[in-house]
């Protein structure tokens, strides 16, 4: 029997897909600042503690490197961690033990371990994040063979994934867009996993395929919306996992659009945009009718002052004006127009600071 | 010591007006804040140190103006104290071209190099390691100076505090840990993060470096622990760690209060305001006579003044055009 699917938030989400592999498994535990705390992780563990008890889902000191490193150990040896950052920023401190010891071990003791870890990390953006709790470097885990990534856009897919990430054998860096959390969208109840690796084909389309990530799914989408009043029909797809990385999907649809525009909520230089524009011109040159293009953050750190962070992130408007310049049609004034009263620092309409 | 040419806070004065006065202009900067958060004008977290005003006060003022200092996400008053623009900051906090990071940090990075205070970021700890720094460069240069690191208890827990303190005792230098201890990190208190039968300026002793624990509300005691420290530290005998225990009376971000969320007892924080540092320093004060009325009443006027003259002219400043955006990502040489 297919399970009951419902509306939930992507927070919502989370939280059920926590609490679905907690009560499956006793060996999973969550950790982390502020987890058990009255806000639940911006509502992604609310409650979890009264539910599964104190030593199973728990705080912990302000210590992000040691701690992490107490989670492998804890993985090598029957738990299944999952590790929760606030803000990717501050698992920064501990990239010694998440990318030269968790993500080496399988392969340098000859796959006599297994590393049953989870780090789960949330990218900041608005009201004044700025330049250290909203780096979105999700390509630097990307880089990193041992590790997988995965950076979910729907409700659907944060949760299934999320199961997969706890019960897979290797690390798995799990990433969230604080911008996503409060979306809504279909949901089953109950156990279900979505499989690290495949993409998904978020809107089908003829004439150009927009390659995107984690919120810039959302951009890309609305891109499409505005580009099909103009009569160009956009495909768009949710990488959705980025370590794996799915060719076949991304060069099945460049082989058809021949045209390429990549969405990354982070910075071009050396960033996933590069690698799934490298991917198209090693496997699908000949595909190529136009040269594909990058819609990323610019070459500096993010600003504080709305002014300067409404510069700084690209939208909708970014992506449709990179289209026309793949279809070689001129731009127009109004892609980058910002409405009158938009508030482009807020993650929701709802949000009135202040974090 | 406290007073630059806007600063109100007059070096003249005695230490016992001097530490009430520096209390209560952080009180009420950061009262005028709350104030006005609400108007969404201030688009950045702030960590508010209300409650918290005597650690800042009482050690700022053991500290020449040439000394230096560095803090963390709560750092209004440790910039206030140490001098800081007070104008540069509010504009800061409101996204302009005239903040003191030109609209690029906020709340959580303050900087004011004219008044020693080198800067505040608010990955917890992250600026420990640079004050040391600092003083690693003070001593191999030969210079007299003393930094202070500005610290919250939850920072000790961080493995750079240790680096930072290990080296701090190897190489003796001159520099002032000062941890204000407001028993929470967010809404996780010290139960679930420190063992009980440690306290936190033990951490520091551990590691060889001269430790005191003081009660981080009154500014007298903070003031002479302070003035000690740094005496020991520029005289070349090594850093000193002080723990100086207080309470954050408003949420850990933003401008309410958050005692009904269920973390901490509305008790607790009640327990605590009966210990404000500024009503309690007043009526000391005033019992040994040395409380001036009239002067106080001036004081506070001219704060009042230069606090609203400051949001007025913060409220008038331009944003930064974007058009700067790509400025200062390098250092222009
Ligand atoms: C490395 C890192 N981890 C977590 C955070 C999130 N965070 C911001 S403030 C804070 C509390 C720190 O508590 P404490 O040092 O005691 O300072 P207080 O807020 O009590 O003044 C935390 C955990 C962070 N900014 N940086
Ligand atoms: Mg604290």
Redesign the interface.
Known sequence: MKPASRELTYAAAIREGFAVALERDPRVLLMG??VP???GFFGTTTDLQKQFGADRV?????????MSGVMLGAALNGLRPVLNHQRL??AM?SMDPICTQAAKWSYMFGGTMKMPVVFRMILGRG???????SQCLHSWFAHIPGLKVVMPTTPHDAKGLLIAAIEDDNPVVFIEHRWLHHIKGEVPAGHYTVPIGPARLARAGSDVTIVAFSYMVLEALEAAEKLAEHGIDAEVIDVRSLRPLDQSLLLASVAKTGRLVVADTGHSTAGMAAEIIAIASESAFGSLKAAPRRVCF????T??????S???YPRAGHIVAAVRTTLQRPPHDDDLLVPAGAEL?KPNPAF???? | MLATAENPVAASAGISARLLESMVRIRMVEEAIAAH??E?QM????HLSIGQEAASAGVCAALRPDDLAMSGHRSHAHYLGKGGDLPAMIAEIY??AT?C?Q???????LVDLKAGFVGA?????STIPIATGLAFADRQLKRDRVTVAFLGE??T???VFHESVNFASLHQLPIVFVCENNLY????PMS???PAHREVWQLAAGHGVVSHQGDGNDPLAVYALARAAAAHARSGQGPVFLELKTYRWR?H???GFDNH???RTEAEYLAWRERDPIKNFERRLKASGEFDVLRHEQFKARVETEISDAFAAAQRAP????A???NH?YAAS
């Open positions: 600042l502020g705390d009255p806000k728990m705080d912990m000191p302000c210590a992000e490197n040691g920023d501050f401190l009201w004044g994040q700025g330049p250290q709790h610019p070459e500096c750190p600003p504080t002052s709305p002014t300067l409404a510069e700084f620092d009135t600071g202040p974090f | 958060y609400p969404q688009r950045c977290p702030v996204g302009k903040g990071c609209g690029r940090g906020g709340s959580m990075h970021v608010p990955i917890v700890a939850a920072a827990e961080e493995g990190s967010v809404y996780s679930v993060r420190q949420e971000c933003g401008a969320i269920g973390y944003f930064p055009a974007g700067s955006l790509m990502v």
